[in-house]
Every structure is written in C-alpha cells, then in structure tokens.
C-alpha cells in the first residue's frame, strides 16, 4: 500500500511572479507514518504539498516517487471544495470517475456517510453543509478510492473545536489502518499529536526535517526554538 | 464521400409537396392591394398550381430574378424590366393590369395640392408652399422612380429641396406611416392608400393625371439560370393572368367601392 | 383559413423555427464555451473575444450572407433551401450561437475556477471535467439557453430575408407583424405582438417549472 514511498524531491524550486516561493528543496520522505509539515504562514507549506501531489507545476527540479500511480494520491483542500451535488452524489464522484459498478459505490457511499456521521444529510445539498461537516465529507472523498497517501492542507483551519476533534479521531483512525499522510498545519498541539515525523519549513525552505519526538523535545536551530515557543518567526 | 452527403442533405431537407409549386417575387404595393387574397385562389382552383408570394421591393424582386431564386416576377417599372430582359434575366416581359399613383397629403392641404393642374404642378405647390414636408420611399422602388419621373417632369432637382424632402428609404406602408405622423405629403399607389388602417390626418388630394399611371407586368425568369426554375408552371401562369377570368376578377376588385386595377393585357 | 387558424399556424410555426435553431445552438455553443473554460491554448483569448464580438453581429447581415448562400445562384443552392424554414433556422443558428457560447463561457469559467483544484487532483480527464461542469452547472446553462431564445423569438430580419415571409409556407409572427404594421393595421400587429410576449413568458415557464429551478435549496 505504502509502495509508492520513498519519495524524493531533489532540488525543486517554485517561482511565482518573479519570486521563489519554494525552494530549492532537497527531501526524502520515508514509507510509513504520518508526515507534518509545520511553519509560519507564508512559508510554503500549501506549495510544498501541493508539488508533492503532483498539482503545482515546478521548473526547476524534480519530485521521483518510488512507484507513482497518480490515482493512489488525494488532497484535501484547507477550503474543501463541495461540488453542487447531494452530499452523496460528492461521495460517489471519484468513484464514478472511475466507472466503479453502482452497488459498489452505493456500498462505499454508505460506508462513509456512517463513519463520518453524515448519513442523515445525505441527500441534501453539500453546498449547505457546515465548514466542519463539508471538511469531513472531503476526506472521506478523499479516502473513498482507498488512496496510497493523503495530502491535507491544513484541514481543521477554519474549525471549531469540536470538528477539529472529530477530525483528528478520523485522520487517527485512518493512519491507524496504513493509510500514509502528510499533512501542513499551525496547530503545534495537532502536530504533536499527530506526527510522526516533521518537516519545519521557514521562507520556502525545509530549515529542519526529522522523527517528531526529538525534534519537538530537542530542537536544533534558533528559529524552531523561536516557532515552537510561539514567537513569530520570519 | 462530399457528393453523398450533398444528397442525404437534399433528401433530408426536400419540400415534399403534391401540387406544382412555384415562386414569384411581387412588390409590396401589389401585395398591400389585396388582389393576391382574390388571385390566388382561382389560381389554385384553376391550375392546381400553389403560388408562394415573396412580397420585396421592386429593387429586390429584380436581384431575386437575377440571382434565379423565383420563377417570374410582377413589378411595375418599366425601364428596369426592359433592362431585365435585355440582359438575359428574364424570357420576356408581358403588360398585366395598370393602376394609378395618387398624392396624399394633411387635410388642410396648406400647398393647395388638391388644386393642381396635373402632377408636377401638383409637387411644384408643395415645395413651393414649404408648410408641410413632402416624405419619399426613397428605395429604388417602382413606385419611388415613378415618383422621381413627375419631379423630373416638374423641372425640380430634389437635391435642392432640404429638409423639405424626406427620404426613409423604405416601403409603402412603412413610408405612409412617417408621413402620418410627420403630417406631411406622400406620393402612394392608389391601392396601398385605400388598404392602409392608420390614415391619421391624411386624405387623398391630387389623381387623374395620366403621368401617374402605374403599369405592372409579369416576367418569367429565364430557365437557363438554373435547374430549379419552373419556367413551364410560369408560362401556364402567365396564359392565367391574361385570360379573360383573370381580366374580370382584376377589373372586378374593389376597395371601399373603388376599382383598382385596369386589366390591360393584349395578345402576346 | 381563419384569423384563429392563421394565428395557430404562425405561432406554432414561430416556435418549431426558434426552439429547433435553439436546440442545435445549445449543442455547438454550450460545449464549445465550457471546452474554452477549460483548455488553455494559445489563442484561446482570441476567440473568445471573437465569440463576444460575434454577439453583435446584425441580424440582417447574417440574413443577408444566409441569403447569398443558399441562393440558387449561390454556392449552396443545389440544397433549394431558400425561403423554407430550414433556412430561417440556419439563419437563427448563426446567429444565437455567440450569445449563448458567450454567456455558457461566462458561467463555466465562474464554475471552473471554483472546481479546478479539486478536479486536476482527481484526475480527471478533458472529457470529464467538460461533463462535470455541464451537468453541474446547468442551471446557468439554462440561462445562457433562454438568452439565445429571446433573442431568436424576437428576430425578424434575417429571417425576412432568407424565409421571405411566404404566407402558409414561411411567416412567423416577427415577420406577421412586421408585415401588418407596414400595412398600417397597427391594432393586429400589437395584438400578434402580444401574442409573441405571451408565447415567451410561457416557454420561460415551462421551462423553469419543468427543471423545477425555484424549488427551495436547488438554485
């Protein structure tokens, strides 16, 4: 499942109008676990993701995965993006996309309406949601077509504390079960309780990478000394 | 490959009709006439032939006889047709029926119209009063060069007339309506005046002078333009129009009590 | 035939011309503005400038190059299409097609910057994100329809031309009352001019019913 790790980028380099807004970016990211990205804003968290899922176009440098199988990868977006369709018609897309049976889908559809809770909505529009239940609703879509990794963007930004909870029991849940992640957030506390290792990214660059429980207890350099006390960092 | 879809295309988009067909550009003064709701008919009855009438200005009558897209015209513009034929459009031109040209102008008739000698004398007054203008169809029409012949005949360059002429470059009804509503004098074919609703303030003031009559002839378009034409339902037509059924539903016709049209056609 | 009969075979003659140029309008214009929200190529502005500039396209003119088409004398003449139906809604075609490629584009695009993340994550192919952007953004699309209908009930150059208004064969109500207000019979132009209002507030109707756009939550 974890086939397609490691997965390397080697020297990648993001400009947009004229200024690099990532880069250059030397990482190797290993098989298992649940990787986090952490870092002011600003720092390229959003591009660092978005170019390991393959949606951001680089010049310069390259991202090699050991075995890519684009369908093997989802993004959940921080602003998750609901499709003018039922709650249940949003879950079936990808899934439709890939000409899957109906029972079959059926089937997934109702699986993941039970887990995250939505069952009753399901036949309302996804558009009316709350921030929290749309944010749920796409990482089960996200996780229907059983991905080999999961990007998320800073998924519980825009929550309440309680949504924020349930999605973390849900990403817990998933990792649990093989389900590689790689994830930015703000949240330290969300971090910590997640990561397994973390990359600190500062100004586009990864100023430090490693297993979670060192590099939380032990920092290494000054500015993640400063970012993990809450200073602002720049 | 191009030819067979030139054919399915034809046979997907062929009017199937079981009676003969045939197209005929008329002026828009014969249609307002109403003679067509009396001609047409008899025709059908007569020669089972369904006649479809495109009402166009003269201008445009003879650019659909040109170009071959109807099979005989009925215009009233004699130097034109003659021009028609000596060109090639059209096989021959043969006279129909005449009517006449009227002056239409306010009740008042602050020019003394109505008063005239003959028609020149009778524009003369109304450019010569300048107290209400005089509206043209200014579109090349029979009846617009009918209407230029009697200013030529009055010696009168419409050039010099100002805003006293005005030209709306359209047809008759649509002329008449300006003139109503300008309250101004129009030069009009005697049967779009008693078919026309809106007269407003206007009545008829100045007719009778020969120079106004307005003759109407019929001609078939020449087949060689192409296959389509049906010059032979155009012939049968014609023999129709100059028969003595025609010449008395023609003369018969009335608007309001008034005859109309006088059948005039000889042996050809 | 009685004013009633006449008036049915105009209106219906009316509707059948407008709402068969509408449907193949929509066939080429609605496809070809949501491929335009999606595909980036080199010209792309270009022609969709193109396309707007074409929404102002006269009537009469596109009557008019119609007309030297499909005239016997003209290079499709061998069809004998003038003066039929079949050329009026040619005539429509042309020239509803911008307006509603025009408005569809709009629309698409509107959409498509909202699903662009989420459908180049997924993996979607051209073909798939054209059909989802149809199928979910249809209501719009409606709109860009019912655009290109008013625009065609209500056009009466063009098809004065290349129909000729021929009584029983090629007069809709535009041309019926172009025809009656030339004559000066101005009460039954306004009274077919009603009707032609009429007609169109009722296949707005129909149409927002049967799509049932007001029905709370589905707009």
New interface residues.
């Given amino acids: 499942m974890t086939a397609a790790f490691p997965l390397i980028l080697s020297g990648v380099q993001v400009r947009r109008q004229g200024k690099t807004v990532l880069g250059p970016v030397d990482l190797t990211l290993s098989a298992n676990g649940t990787t986090i990205i952490v870092g002011p804003n600003g720092s390229g968290k959003t591009t660092l993701l978005r170019v390991m899922h393959g949606i951001e176009r680089i010049r310069v440098g390259g991202v090699v995965w050991e075995n890519d199988d684009p369908a093997k990868h989802a993004f959940v977006f921080q602003t998750p993006i609901m499709l003018r369709r039922t709650v249940a018609e949003n879950l079936a897309y990808p899934l439709m996309l890939l000409k899957t049976p109906k029972d079959q889908i059926d089937l997934a559809v109702d699986h993941w309406l039970g887990r995250i809770g939505l069952d009753s909505s399901r036949g309302g529009q996804a558009t009316r949601l709350s921030g929290g239940e749309r944010q749920k609703l796409a990482i089960a879509r996200a996780l229907i077509r059983k991905p080999d990794v999961l990007f998320l963007d800073e998924p519980s930004a825009n929550l309440d504390g309680h949504a924020t909870r349930e999605i973390e029991a849900l990403l817990h849940e998933v990792a649990n079960a093989g389900t590689r992640l790689v994830m930015a957030t703000h949240d330290m506390g969300q971090a910590r309780r997640l990561a397994n290792d973390v990359v600190f990214l500062l100004n586009g660059r990864v100023h430090e990478y490693g297993l979670a429980e060192p590099l939380f207890s032990t920092p290494s350099t000054l500015e993640l000394i400063a970012f993990l006390r809450g200073d602002i960092v720049s | 490959m191009n030819r067979t879809l030139?054919i399915l295309?034809?046979v997907f988009?062929?009017?199937v009709s079981i009676a003969d067909v045939m197209?005929i550009a008329v002026t828009?003064s014969f249609e307002?006439s109403g003679l067509a709701d009396v001609l047409l008919p008899a025709i059908k009855d007569d020669l089972d032939l369904d006649v479809?009438?495109?009402?166009?200005g003269t201008g445009q009558a003879l650019r659909l006889g040109?170009?071959?897209?109807v099979d005989a015209i009925l215009v009233h513009s004699k130097a034109a047709e003659e021009a028609f034929v000596a060109a090639g459009h059209g096989t021959h031109r043969r006279e129909i029926m005449y009517n006449d040209f009227v002056v239409v102008g306010p009740k008042s008739d602050g020019a003394g119209a109505g008063a005239a000698a003959n028609a020149a004398d009778a524009l003369g007054r109304i450019v010569a009063a300048d107290r209400a203008p005089f509206v043209s169809r200014g579109d090349d029409s029979g009846t617009h060069k009918a209407e230029l012949a009697i200013w030529t005949l009055a010696g009168i360059d419409i050039a010099d007339l100002g805003l006293r002429y005005q030209s709306v470059g359209a047809?008759?009804?649509?002329a008449?309506?300006t003139a109503v509503g300008l309250n101004a004098y129009v030069f009009s074919d005697r049967a779009s005046w008693l078919?026309?609703?809106?007269?407003g303030g206007l009545v008829l003031l100045y007719q009778g002078d020969p120079a106004l009559f307005n003759q109407y002839a019929y001609l078939p378009i020449n087949p060689s333009?192409?296959s389509?034409?049906r010059n032979d339902l155009a012939i049968q037509l014609e023999g129709w129009l100059t028969s003595q059924k025609a010449s008395t539903l023609i003369d018969d016709y009335q608007i309001a009590g008034e005859k109309l049209f006088t059948f005039n056609a000889s042996s050809p | 035939m009685s004013i009633d009969e006449e008036l049915w075979e105009i209106s219906l003659r009316s509707l059948r011309v407008t709402l068969t140029a509408l449907l193949i309008a929509s066939i080429i214009a609605i496809p070809l503005g949501t491929y335009l929200a999606v595909q980036r190529f080199r010209c792309r502005r270009f022609v969709i400038s193109i396309i707007n500039a074409l929404m102002g396209l006269p009537p009469v003119v596109v009557g008019l190059v119609v007309y030297i088409m499909l005239?016997?004398?003209?290079p499709f003449?061998?069809?004998?299409?003038?003066?039929?139906p079949?050329a009026m809604i040619i005539a429509q075609v042309i020239i509803i097609t911008p307006v509603i490629a025009s408005i569809a584009h709009q629309s698409m695009r509107e959409l498509w910057a909202e699903y662009h993340d989420l459908l180049i994550s997924l993996n979607t192919s051209k073909w798939q994100r054209i059909l989802t952007l149809i199928h979910d953004g249809r209501r719009n699309l409606l709109t860009a329809a019912l655009a290109g209908f008013g625009r065609a009930i209500g056009e009466v150059g063009a098809i004065m031309i290349v129909g000729?208004?021929?009584?029983h064969?090629s007069r809709v109500l535009t041309t019926a009352i172009a025809?009656e207000?030339?004559?000066?019979?101005?009460?039954l132009a306004m009274g077919l001019g009603f009707v032609l209002i009429g007609i169109s507030i009722l296949v707005n109707l129909a149409i927002h019913t049967l799509t049932r756009t007001e029905r709370e939550g589905r707009w």
Avoid: P, W, Y
Wanted: with cysteine.
């Fill in positions: 030139i295309i034809t988009c062929a009017q197209r828009t307002n479809q009438l495109l009402v166009v040109e170009a071959g897209d047809g008759m009804g649509a008449l309506n078919n026309f609703g809106n007269k333009k192409n389509h034409i | 005239s016997r004398s003209g003449g061998v069809l004998n299409l003038l003066f039929t079949t000729g208004n021929i009584d064969v025809l207000t030339g004559k000066g019979d101005f009460v």
